[in-house]
C-alpha cells in the first residue's frame, strides 16, 4: 500500500503528476463511469480532456480533436513542434498512452513512444532481421 502519490509514483515508474490527474478520476460519479464504459458519453467527454486542468494546454486540446491519422489501425496523434515545446510535459503523458508524431511546416519529422513500445519495435525488428537471414540461408 502506497501513502502518497509521490510513492505511487516511484513504485510504478510514473510521472507524478500524471498520478494524480488519473487519481482524479476515481471521483467521478458511477452514472458517469457506467455511461462512459457503456460507450454512451458525449462526444466532446474523453479521457485527455478530463485530465486537464481548467486552462486546457494546446496539447490537451489537441488530443481531444481529430487531427490523427492511420498508423496500422491505430490512432497517432499530430502536434507541431512549437506545442511539443510548450508542453513537453504533457506531451510525454500522450506519448505515453499512444505515439505523437511532431510536424515542423506540416510535415511530421519525429514520433515520440513511449521506451516500452520502441524497445518492442526494436525487438521485433531484430527477430525479422533473423528470420530473412536464415530464409536467405536455406536458399
Known amino acids: 500500500m502506497h501513502g502518497s502519490v509521490g510513492e505511487i509514483s516511484a513504485a510504478e515508474k510514473i510521472n507524478a503528476s500524471y498520478i494524480a490527474r488519473i487519481l482524479r478520476l476515481t471521483l467521478l460519479a458511477p452514472e458517469i463511469v457506467e455511461t462512459i464504459l457503456d460507450g454512451r458519453q458525449l462526444a466532446e467527454m474523453t479521457l485527455a480532456g478530463n485530465l486537464t486542468r481548467p486552462a486546457e494546454s494546446k496539447i490537451a486540446q489537441l488530443s481531444n480533436s481529430d487531427n ?72
Open 68 to 139: 490523427t491519422s492511420s498508423l496500422k489501425g491505430d490512432q497517432m496523434r499530430s502536434i507541431t513542434s512549437a506545442d511539443a515545446k510548450n508542453n513537453f510535459g504533457e506531451l510525454i503523458d500522450l506519448a505515453r498512452a499512444a505515439p505523437v508524431a511532431v510536424t515542423k511546416y506540416d510535415r511530421p519529422v519525429v514520433v515520440v513512444m513511449a521506451v516500452e513500445e520502441f524497445e518492442r519495435l526494436k525487438a521485433l525488428g531484430k527477430a525479422t532481421k533473423a528470420t530473412m537471414r536464415r530464409k536467405k540461408e536455406k536458399r
